[in-house]
C-alpha cells in the first residue's frame, strides 16, 4: 500500500517520541473512523521498532448505536474484557477522525453515564498503567469547525502534529518547576476573577508525549481553594452537545452557578456525580501554532495565551484526589484580541495578555518556539 509520507512521518513521531515503544512491548492502535492507510502507516512504524502493534476499528455510528441501547447487563462484561485487554498493553495510540462530532448528542445523558461509569476502570488503567497518546485525525468536519478549506486544514493540522516539541522542553520545565513552588494563584480577566491555591500539587509538563497535539502544564487546585468567577471564551462540545459563554462560580471549591447557552444541559452534566462539581486541573497552553478555537478539545485546550480550568475527575500524581466520571476540559483565552488576562503566582504577574512575563518563561512564547528568537 501507497503511504502519504506525512501519515508516515506523523506514525513515525507517536511511535517514537510520544510513545517510545521498546522491542516487545505491545501497543493497542484505536482508530476511530480513520483511512486505512494511517492505521497501516502505525503498524509498520510500530513494527519498526520492533513493537507488536495491536488495532482495534471502531465507527462513530456503531458507537452511538450501541450507546442509544446501552444498559448495565451488557456494558458490565464489556468492560471487564476491555480492562483485560488494556492490561496487557504497554502503549495506547487512539486516533479519532468522525466527520461528525454530534453523532452522539442524542444519546439520553443517563445511558451516557452509565457507559462512562462502567468503562471507567479502563480509562484509569489507560492513563495511569501505560505509555500513550491521543490525537484527532483531520477531516472535513474539523476543517469547516475551524473555518478552513479541507486542504488548507489538512496542512495545518499535520504542521501542528509533527512540530518539533522539543523545544518546547526548557520552557516547560521553568514553568513546572514555578508552579510546583506556587502557592496562591490569581487569574483575572473579562468577567473572571478566580483565586485558588496550587500548593503541594506539583505540575506536569505536556510536550507531545500525551497529546498530539501538545503543550501545556497542568496542575490542580487545592479540593476546597478556589474562590470566585470564570468567563470561558471558547466554545466547547461535551458528550455530543455544544456550549457557548460558560460561566461558573465558586465557593469553597464548589461550583455552585454553572450558566451557557445550554445552562440545563451543563447543569445535567456537573450533577453526574459528587466530583463533577468541582475542579480537577489547572493548565497553561503555549502551542503557537494554534490561536482559534475550533470546538476539539485536544486543539483548543493548547491554544496559545490560554489556560484551561477543567471540572471532574483530577489526575493521579499531579491531582487533589478528586473523583469523578466527568473530566471537561474548559478553555478561556488571553490573547489581546480575546479581550486579554493576567495570570499572577504568589503576587508575581507571570502572564499578561498570553505572552509570558518572567524572563525564564519567554521560550514558551511563540517567537521562540517557532523559531523566529534564539
Same mark, same amino acid.
Given at each position: 500500500?501507497?503511504?502519504?509520507?506525512?501519515?508516515?512521518?506523523?506514525?513515525?513521531?507517536?511511535?517514537?517520541?510520544?510513545?517510545?515503544?521498546?522491542?516487545?512491548?505491545?501497543?493497542?492502535?484505536?482508530?476511530?473512523?480513520?483511512?486505512?492507510?494511517?492505521?497501516?502507516?502505525?503498524?509498520?512504524?510500530?513494527?519498526?521498532?520492533?513493537?507488536?502493534?495491536?488495532?482495534?476499528?471502531?465507527?462513530?455510528?456503531?458507537?452511538?448505536?450501541?450507546?442509544?441501547?446501552?444498559?448495565?447487563?451488557?456494558?458490565?462484561?464489556?468492560?471487564?474484557?476491555?480492562?483485560?485487554?488494556?492490561?496487557?498493553?504497554?502503549?495506547?495510540?487512539?486516533?479519532?477522525?468522525?466527520?461528525?462530532?454530534?453523532?452522539?448528542?442524542?444519546?439520553?445523558?443517563?445511558?451516557?453515564?452509565?457507559?462512562?461509569?462502567?468503562?471507567?476502570?479502563?480509562?484509569?488503567?489507560?492513563?495511569?498503567?501505560?505509555?500513550?497518546?491521543?490525537?484527532?485525525?483531520?477531516?472535513?468536519?474539523?476543517?469547516?469547525?475551524?473555518?478552513?478549506?479541507?486542504?488548507?486544514?489538512?496542512?495545518?493540522?499535520?504542521?501542528?502534529?509533527?512540530?518539533?516539541?522539543?523545544?518546547?522542553?526548557?520552557?516547560?520545565?521553568?514553568?513546572?518547576?514555578?508552579?510546583?513552588?506556587?502557592?496562591?494563584? !490569581? %487569574?483575572?480577566? &473579562?468577567?473572571? +476573577?478566580?483565586? @485558588?491555591?496550587? *500548593?503541594?500539587? /506539583?505540575?506536569?509538563?505536556?510536550?507531545?508525549?500525551?497529546?498530539?497535539?501538545?503543550?501545556?502544564?497542568?496542575?490542580?487546585?487545592?479540593?476546597?481553594?478556589?474562590?470566585?468567577?470564570?468567563?470561558?471564551?471558547?466554545?466547547?462540545?461535551?458528550?455530543?452537545?455544544?456550549?457557548?459563554?460558560?460561566?461558573?462560580?465558586?465557593?469553597?471549591?464548589?461550583?455552585?452557578?454553572?450558566?451557557?447557552?445550554?445552562?440545563?444541559?451543563?447543569?445535567?452534566?456537573?450533577?453526574?456525580?459528587?466530583?463533577?462539581?468541582?475542579?480537577?486541573?489547572?493548565?497553561?497552553?503555549?502551542?503557537? !501554532? %494554534?490561536?482559534? &478555537?475550533?470546538? +476539539?478539545?485536544? @486543539?483548543?485546550? *493548547?491554544?496559545? /495565551?490560554?489556560?484551561?480550568?477543567?471540572?471532574?475527575?483530577?489526575?493521579?500524581?499531579?491531582?487533589?484526589?478528586?473523583?469523578?466520571?466527568?473530566?471537561?476540559?474548559?478553555?478561556?483565552?488571553?490573547?489581546?484580541?480575546?479581550?486579554?488576562?493576567?495570570?499572577?503566582?504568589?503576587?508575581?504577574?507571570?502572564?499578561?495578555?498570553?505572552?509570558?512575563?518572567?524572563?525564564?518563561?519567554?521560550?514558551?512564547?511563540?517567537?521562540?518556539?517557532?523559531?523566529?528568537?534564539?
Amino acid at each position: 500500500m501507497l503511504i502519504d509520507p506525512r501519515f508516515s512521518q506523523l506514525a513515525a513521531g507517536l511511535t517514537g517520541f510520544s510513545t517510545a515503544l521498546k522491542k516487545g512491548e505491545r501497543v493497542l492502535i484505536d482508530a476511530f473512523d480513520i483511512p486505512d492507510a494511517m492505521v497501516v502507516a502505525l503498524v509498520r512504524a510500530a513494527r519498526a521498532r520492533g513493537a507488536y502493534p495491536y488495532v482495534q476499528i471502531q465507527r462513530a455510528r456503531i458507537t452511538r448505536e450501541l450507546n442509544l441501547g446501552a444498559e448495565e447487563a451488557q456494558f458490565a462484561p464489556h468492560a471487564e474484557i476491555e480492562l483485560a485487554r488494556m492490561q496487557k498493553m504497554d502503549a495506547y495510540i487512539a486516533m479519532r477522525g468522525s466527520d461528525n462530532i454530534f453523532e452522539a448528542s442524542d444519546v439520553p445523558s443517563e445511558k451516557v453515564q452509565l457507559v462512562s461509569r462502567l468503562m471507567k476502570p479502563v480509562l484509569d488503567h489507560r492513563v495511569g498503567k501505560t505509555k500513550w497518546v491521543v490525537l484527532r485525525w483531520p477531516s472535513s468536519a474539523m476543517a469547516q469547525q475551524a473555518g478552513m478549506s479541507t486542504e488548507a486544514f489538512e496542512d495545518f493540522y499535520f504542521k501542528v502534529c509533527t512540530l518539533d516539541y522539543s523545544r518546547m522542553t526548557p520552557g516547560m520545565k521553568a514553568l513546572g518547576d514555578l508552579m510546583k513552588k506556587t502557592d496562591r494563584v !490569581h %487569574i483575572k480577566g &473579562p468577567g473572571t +476573577d478566580l483565586r @485558588f491555591s496550587i *500548593k503541594g500539587i /506539583g505540575a506536569q509538563p505536556c510536550g507531545g508525549l500525551r497529546n498530539i497535539p501538545d503543550g501545556e502544564v497542568f496542575s490542580c487546585p487545592v479540593k476546597d481553594s478556589v474562590e470566585g468567577v470564570i468567563q470561558y471564551n471558547a466554545p466547547t462540545v461535551y458528550l455530543g452537545a455544544s456550549f457557548d459563554n460558560i460561566r461558573l462560580v465558586f465557593k469553597q471549591g464548589r461550583i455552585v452557578e454553572a450558566t451557557s447557552s445550554n445552562t440545563r444541559r451543563l447543569n445535567e452534566i456537573l450533577d453526574s456525580d459528587a466530583g463533577a462539581r468541582y475542579i480537577g486541573e489547572f493548565a497553561i497552553g503555549f502551542n503557537p !501554532h %494554534i490561536l482559534e &478555537p475550533m470546538r +476539539d478539545i485536544l @486543539f483548543d485546550e *493548547k491554544i496559545a /495565551g490560554s489556560f484551561h480550568f477543567t471540572p471532574g475527575q483530577a489526575y493521579e500524581g499531579v491531582g487533589n484526589g478528586n473523583k469523578s466520571q466527568v473530566h471537561w476540559d474548559m478553555v478561556c483565552i488571553q490573547r489581546p484580541e480575546y479581550g486579554g488576562g493576567e495570570i499572577w503566582f504568589d503576587g508575581k504577574l507571570i502572564r499578561k495578555n498570553g505572552l509570558f512575563v518572567p524572563k525564564a518563561l519567554h521560550k514558551l512564547n511563540p517567537e521562540y518556539l517557532l523559531g523566529k528568537k534564539a
